[in-house]
């Protein structure tokens, strides 16, 4: 018999790894016997949707249509491949429907004004179907499976066909057309934005700000380009081609965006990407388009009895997709589909951070611009601080472009309002992405080295009063107040800690710093807060109106710092926060109900969880599952997806918990390989509301601890496919303790009984939600 002991690299946690110790009698009785639970294929994983014809059935179900005309950016359907995107709506008066074009890489170079004016995102246009007649209707489907737009447009001269993507790599969009009946014709025309900042509609112009040139449009024939000079430097060119098929009736438009800087050589890149394509021809680039999404989404899979959360959820997946990949600019608010907005950058004391969570339990690490991006602009990060903090810290202020350059970050305890802590919580989803993948180079080679220069800077202002505690001066808490002893920043400081000397001793480093993160995470003053209202903002300032931002929160999630599973303390406090915080109503938006959803989940409350996902999705999500305040803020609906994971699986603090808040109305719920902090992969189901089987695969070797969540006990654990028993140990609390190999596949399932393996769709889907049903 084995029991458990040593390190887990997680904050203020403990992992635990196999030692030889003597047994006791409790711990035998929770050891798996060779009971003969059946032939060794009755443990072979059966998984249903591991063919391409049932995930296009499958998404198919879950698809947003249009039978109304889309009027605005917020009905509209969404393409995309993280650069270059499309939105498709009636923009103007005239009854025509308009292709909008974006592209993630698209900005001005004057400098003047900083990120939202002389470096902002700068519109493009848009490609306009000149109908003949005006259009009156649509039937019009978003495949999310071929991640295409089809259907049928009428007029009142007749009815075409369409079918429009933007390629998966290539940076075309594609958009066939045919006449189906009556006088209709296909035509475009491009209309070209000025290349000015959005931010102009809501800010007067900085001094000094340029107006760049106007654009210059030309066509011959069925081709034509848009070229816009800017003052700073660099240029945006737009092409387009119009062709015939072999059928003689389906005109194909092909389309491309490119953007240089400093050399004007953009129009050589476009017309080389349409010079490809159209050689390629339309039938070999839409294959390749369709395999890069077929493959795309079988790296995990989540299905609930809840058909409007469903769609919702993996319409979130195919719009982070569309918005980013690790080759492309981090995210900004928008997207890459630019609209009217006093944000045209990127964000980064709340934005970024929630954008990206959902791609680790989805095992999407292709779409990581964000940890790509913090490898790639290490230099910006020094620079973003005053020079004399430069030879051993790192920083980020509150916005930038894909550079990462930002404003000079202020310094604590100056005047205004210093935030200082965001690029600490961007790292922490560097972290994250490491906790999934168990890479340690990963860790060696970016979080770390990273990290150690971002704690450098906060070393330099912390400071420790007569009692031995060390204290931080005036920061500001994101969107509230500036305040000694912040808690935004007292939460990251003390999770920055914490991970470098877990770090430190994983990697086997001695750093020198080592006895001062201890020092200052065992010495760090306590959270500001009082028994009745919870946590405040800081020392000098507490909560006393509406909030939509959980800055003072953090140190409860997403840090996970105040574990609220084993401290009643802890749990009281997070509840009377909660309360307190949600009880101002006036200021709350979108992502304060994901926010507090994932708080909800975390007190394993997964009715309440669900109901703040339900106030999202009623309150604030717009028809094509977008959400907007003063112009489109793309994190809010991407982190309701990562709410539901929270529901489904949480992994935080060494522990892989099942099931945690589950809300009653999901009586039906399939997950099959959802990652985990570990690197395990996560299967299981519940049926008419209890759990079947739980399935875990270590992809790293890493020690696994796993709470079986409401999976009925006593249990055995059996590797899979053979179904030979396999040792483990469980805790009072009922979590179970497993040693298990890279490569080990191991079924949890009630004592006795033999287990009905099967990954399939928990409902049926007949409802549509999203789009204009």
Excluded at 19 to 27: E, K, L, R
Excluded at 172 to 189: F, M, P, Q, Y
Excluded at 237 to 266: C, F, I
Aim: charged share 20%; aromatic share 10%; proline share 6%.
């Amino acid at each position: 018999m084995k029991r458990w002991c040593g390190r887990l690299l997680a904050a203020s946690v403990t992992w635990v790894i196999a030692c030889d110790v003597p047994s006791d009698p409790a711990s035998e009785s929770s050891t798996s016997t060779d009971i003969e639970l059946g032939k060794p294929s009755a443990w072979s994983l059966q998984n249903t949707m591991n063919t391409d014809a049932a995930w296009s059935e499958y998404l198919g179900g879950l698809d947003p249509v249009w039978a109304s005309v889309p009027t605005s950016f917020y009905q509209a359907p969404f393409l995309g491949n993280g650069g270059l995107g499309a939105s498709v709506y009636q923009t103007g008066t005239a009854k025509r429907l308009s292709f909008k074009l974006g592209d993630n890489r698209v900005r001005d170079h004057q400098g003047t004004g900083g990120t939202l004016f002389g470096n902002a995102r700068l519109p493009i246009g848009e490609l306009v179907l000149d109908t003949a007649g005006d259009v009156t209707d649509v039937d019009l489907r978003l495949s999310l499976w071929n991640s295409e737009l089809s259907g049928t447009i009428t007029t009142t001269k007749g009815v075409l066909s369409v079918r429009a993507y933007v390629h998966g790599k290539r940076d075309v969009l594609v958009a066939s057309l045919r006449v189906k009946s009556g006088s209709e014709r296909v035509a475009w025309t491009f209309s070209p934005a000025a290349a000015r900042s959005p931010r102009l509609d809501f800010k007067p112009a900085p001094d000094g700000l340029q107006t760049n040139p106007a654009p210059v449009v030309s066509s011959s024939g069925n081709d034509g380009a848009c070229t816009q000079n800017l003052v700073g430097g660099g240029q945006t060119v737009t092409r387009w081609q119009t062709t015939t098929e072999s059928d003689g009736k389906t005109r194909t438009l092909m389309a491309t965006v490119a953007h240089s800087y400093p050399a004007n050589d953009a129009g050589t890149v476009a017309a080389k990407t349409l010079a490809d394509a159209s050689a390629a021809g339309e039938g070999t680039i839409r294959t390749e388009h369709r395999r890069w999404w077929h493959d795309f989404y079988p790296k995990s899979f989540v299905s609930m009895s809840d058909t409007r959360l469903e769609s919702f959820y993996w319409i979130q997946l195919y719009k982070m997709a569309s918005a980013t990949r690790r080759d492309r600019p981090v995210l900004s608010t928008t997207g890459p589909w630019l609209e009217k907005t006093p944000w045209p950058g990127v964000w980064w004391n709340l934005n970024v951070q929630l954008e990206y969570w959902l791609i680790n339990a989805t095992s999407h690490r292709e779409l990581d611009s964000l940890t790509a991006s913090l490898d790639r602009y290490r230099e910006s990060l020094v620079s973003n601080l005053p020079e004399a903090y430069r030879g051993d810290s790192m920083g980020m202020a509150r916005t930038s472009q894909e550079n990462l350059e930002t404003s000079t970050v202020a310094l604590p305890g100056s005047s205004g309002d210093p935030e200082v802590g965001n690029l600490v919580w961007a790292l922490h989803n560097a972290w994250l992405t490491y906790r999934h993948d168990m890479d340690d180079n990963v860790l060696r080679q970016l979080v770390f080295p990273l990290l150690r220069r971002a704690v450098n800077f906060y070393l330099h202002f912390l400071t420790k009063d007569a009692s031995g505690v060390y204290h931080l001066p005036k920061t500001f808490s994101p969107e509230y107040a500036s305040t000694s002893d912040c808690n935004y920043d007292l939460a990251l400081i003390y999770w920055a800690c914490n991970t470098l000397l877990s770090a430190n001793e994983r990697l086997g480093l001695n750093d020198p710093l080592v006895s001062t993160w201890q020092d200052v995470r065992d010495h760090l003053v306590t959270p500001p807060q009082d028994a009745t209202n919870g946590f405040w903002i800081g020392a000098d300032v507490q909560l006393t109106s509406s909030h939509r931002h959980y800055s003072h929160l953090l140190w409860f999630y997403p840090l996970y710092q105040l574990d609220v599973t084993n401290s009643a303390a802890n749990r009281d406090a997070l509840t009377k926060s909660m309360d307190h915080w949600l009880g101002y109503t006036g200021a709350l938006q979108g992502y304060t109900f994901t926010g507090s959803g994932s708080m909800y989940a975390i007190l394993r409350n997964g009715d309440k969880a669900r109901g703040q996902l339900e106030t999202l999705l009623d309150k604030y999500v717009q028809p094509n599952t977008m959400y907007k305040e003063s112009g489109p803020v793309i994190e809010t609906p991407l982190s309701g997806a990562q709410t539901m994971h929270d529901m489904l699986v949480q992994s935080w603090g060494g522990t892989v918990r099942v099931f945690p808040a589950v809300p009653a109305a999901w009586s039906n719920v399939t997950l099959h390989d959802v990652r985990t902090e570990g690197a395990f992969l996560v299967s299981a189901v519940r049926r008419g509301g209890k759990a079947q089987f739980i399935r875990i695969k270590s992809l790293a070797g890493e020690p696994c601890r796993v709470h079986p969540g409401d999976l009925a006990g006593p249990h055995d654990v059996r590797s899979l496919p053979d179904g030979k028993p396999v040792p483990w140990k469980q805790q009072g609390d009922g979590t179970l303790e497993l040693s298990l190999a890279r490569g080990a596949d191991v079924a949890i399932v009630p004592r006795g009984t033999t287990p009905d393996l099967t990954i399939e769709p928990a409902g049926n889907n007949a409802t549509r939600y999203w789009g204009l049903p």
